[in-house]
């Protein structure tokens, strides 16, 4: 008897993480809805290496525009605050207030809409310390809230919140990529990458990248501003 594949919403920024879970979907026999959000942050590059992405990966592709940026209080969003270029040791500056929670609202209003009942996002244990955003039980606080607040929900078709990168460091999340077929050329994860997806190589993010490819010895094709 044939079996349909299940959707599921990824949320797909454009960079390292997220694409590597939009494989994992496919690779768990789900079908992706990618959904990437600009919401105001310093370049427009991500977006565009999420276009790449999807295609790469022959699924569906909804954007959507949000203007979180007009509320400030990040770096990510707001050019006169300064990006680190050392870890800082609580709260980054480049935490957007509350972004994934108003990302995974958005991503499952898309999926109640659609009959879909699987969400699927990046988010990983290097972002522990943080980003409160990207912890454990957010997530499970989030799904719990997700089946309270929605018809399906409520009529026993729940949601669940997939997060397969949670626990895995950066240099097994680009092993696993590499072995899914993820071109990681074209992810771009710099906090201020230039308009043409070039990192600037000394963010926190950039430094990040770095080290998992130099762990994971595989040979990164990131491609850096020249200055």
């Known amino acids: 008897m044939f079996v349909a594949a299940k959707g599921c919403v990824v949320l797909l920024s454009g960079g390292m993480d997220s694409a590597t879970a939009l494989v994992w979907t496919q690779a768990q026999g789900m079908t992706p809805i990618a959904l990437s959000i600009y919401y105001g942050q310093r370049h427009g590059a991500e977006l565009n290496a999420a276009r790449q992405l999807a295609q790469a990966a022959g699924c569906e592709h909804v954007e959507m525009e949000l203007p979180l940026g007009q509320f400030g209080a990040s770096a990510l969003t707001d050019s006169s605050i300064d990006m680190p270029q050392e870890p800082d040791s609580g709260i980054p500056v480049t935490y957007v207030p509350a972004r994934n929670t108003v990302f995974l609202s958005i991503a499952l209003a898309l999926a109640e809409s659609r009959g879909v009942h699987d969400l699927c996002l990046g988010v990983n244990a290097v972002d522990y310390s943080g980003y409160p955003d990207c912890r454990g039980e957010f997530i499970e606080a989030f799904e719990r809230m997700a089946n309270l607040a929605t018809r399906e929900g409520v009529e026993g078709r729940p949601f669940r919140?997939?997060?397969?990168?949670?626990?895995?460091?950066?240099?097994?999340?680009?092993?696993?990529?590499?072995?899914?077929?993820?071109?990681?050329?074209?992810?771009?994860?710099?906090?201020?990458?230039?308009?043409?997806?070039?990192?600037?190589?000394?963010?926190?993010?950039?430094?990040l990248r770095r080290e998992g490819f130099e762990k994971a010895q595989i040979e990164d094709a990131t491609r850096y501003i020249v200055l």
């Open 161 to 207: 919140i997939h997060t397969p990168l949670l626990d895995w460091p950066k240099e097994r999340i680009i092993q696993e990529g590499i072995r899914l077929g993820v071109d990681y050329s074209m992810t771009v994860s710099c906090y201020q990458a230039d308009e043409e997806g070039r990192a600037c190589g000394c963010c926190e993010a950039c430094r």
